[in-house]
């Protein structure tokens, strides 16, 4: 494909993205209709995409769109602008090129942005942002503008973090430690080779951020403790703690199928992980440490799944409040006397972190509050929220 033609797929893309179509599985599903699109058109369609969605207000607002009417082609028209070239030079209608600018987009002169647009910040979750965030609102909302870091986390059952950098470099993969946690490893070379490595197929290393990775070291574990990742999802965090020396796992997810992975995940960790259905988590209660990822908006996370930043509203944001406040009592019946809850949110939000614990403080008088902890962008990972509460 030419470079105009991957500019056309991309428009085609954001349109449905836009449109409220999920941003990965709208990509899958483009790669597996357009076979001819070799691998390295598929990864500069995917860039295309993402940072265009990381960027999305002031992208279409270059490209002469008003906010709330964005399209794909107004998006891609800025996303060029911004990079200081000229979208003609694309938007020829030659081949698979996107067709040819009209006059009022050649003769378009943006206009200077508001603050919101320019940090890419949707209007209405501003005054919340604000109010969270303080005096590093503007300086978070315009990191989550870039593109993630990539980490690695060591598992020291099977590797050091020498060995695990030795092993990445002898495939060409260049990493380096990260100061957010001790078995943290930013990759800084050949990211893209990471799965088809010796060192993660062997479980030396897994894919995981380092503000995850920074809140797990958080939690004080001992080998013969009981622990529930009771949001596990893929098993990112169980993993985790088992490379930690964790022994008595236990995983369970309400969508059984976020954990179809985790078991040959974890045989190549050499980690041991049950996993529990919903029945099976009330047979096998009480624990000593319930481990909550709980559902949330993901604003810490905007980096990697900018879509979720322009998908959120208003309502579903009540509604996730709403599932972490059921999910936190509900837990609490699953922990002995002396144990404690780990909540964990990867928000950047007041009313999905402190105004969650705070609230389920009041209603569960035998609960404390024993550690918390919020990292964002400006640390150097993803934005997340954990408070350690004791029965």
Not at 159 to 188: F, K, Q, T
Request: aromatic share 6%; with cysteine; proline share 5%.
């Amino acid at each position: 494909m030419t470079p105009a033609a991957r500019v056309a797929a991309a428009i085609e893309l954001l349109d449905q993205v836009i449109g409220g179509a999920p941003a990965e599985k709208t990509l899958t599903r483009w790669a597996r209709a357009n076979r001819y699109a070799g691998s390295k058109d598929r990864v500069a369609i995917r860039d295309h995409v993402f940072d265009a969605l990381r960027c999305l207000k002031s992208f279409a607002a270059q490209g002469g769109a008003k906010s709330g009417a964005e399209t794909g082609r107004a998006v891609m028209i800025g996303a060029l602008r911004a990079q200081s070239i000229d979208p003609a030079s694309f938007f020829t209608g030659e081949g698979y090129a996107p067709a040819a600018l009209s006059e009022p987009e050649q003769e378009f002169v943006p206009d200077t942005p508001d603050e919101l647009t320019e940090l890419d910040c949707p209007s209405w979750l501003a005054p919340q942002l604000r109010a969270s965030l303080g005096a590093d609102f503007a300086p978070v909302m315009s990191a989550l503008r870039q593109r993630a870091p990539v980490f690695l986390r060591v598992n020291r059952v099977r590797s050091d973090v020498p060995g695990a950098m030795a092993a990445l470099e002898s495939e060409g993969i260049v990493a380096r430690p990260h100061s957010l946690s001790p078995n943290a490893l930013e990759v800084i070379e050949n990211a893209r080779r990471i799965r088809a490595s010796r060192a993660y197929l062997d479980g030396l290393v897994e894919l995981q951020d380092a503000g995850s990775q920074a809140i797990i070291d958080q939690i004080e574990i001992t080998g013969d403790m009981r622990i529930l990742d009771y949001c596990s999802g893929g098993g990112g965090k169980s993993l985790a703690l088992a490379g930690r020396g964790a022994k008595n796992l236990f995983a369970h997810d309400i969508n059984p199928a976020r954990l179809r992975d985790l078991p040959k995940r974890a045989e190549r960790a050499q980690a041991l992980v049950q996993i529990l259905s919903n029945e099976e988590v009330q047979n096998a209660a009480p624990f000593d440490l319930v481990l909550a990822d709980v559902p949330c908006s993901g604003s810490g996370t905007w980096r990697r799944a900018p879509d979720e930043k322009w998908r959120l509203s208003a309502e579903k944001l009540d509604e996730l409040c709403a599932v972490q406040a059921g999910i936190l009592d509900e837990i609490s019946a699953r922990v002995r006397p002396g144990g404690s809850i780990a909540y964990v949110t990867c928000s950047l939000l007041e009313c999905e972190n402190e105004a969650q614990t705070d609230a389920f403080l009041r209603r569960h008088g035998e609960w404390e509050l024993t550690v918390k902890t919020r990292l964002n962008p400006l640390d150097g990972g993803d934005g997340f929220y954990l408070a350690l509460l004791r029965r």
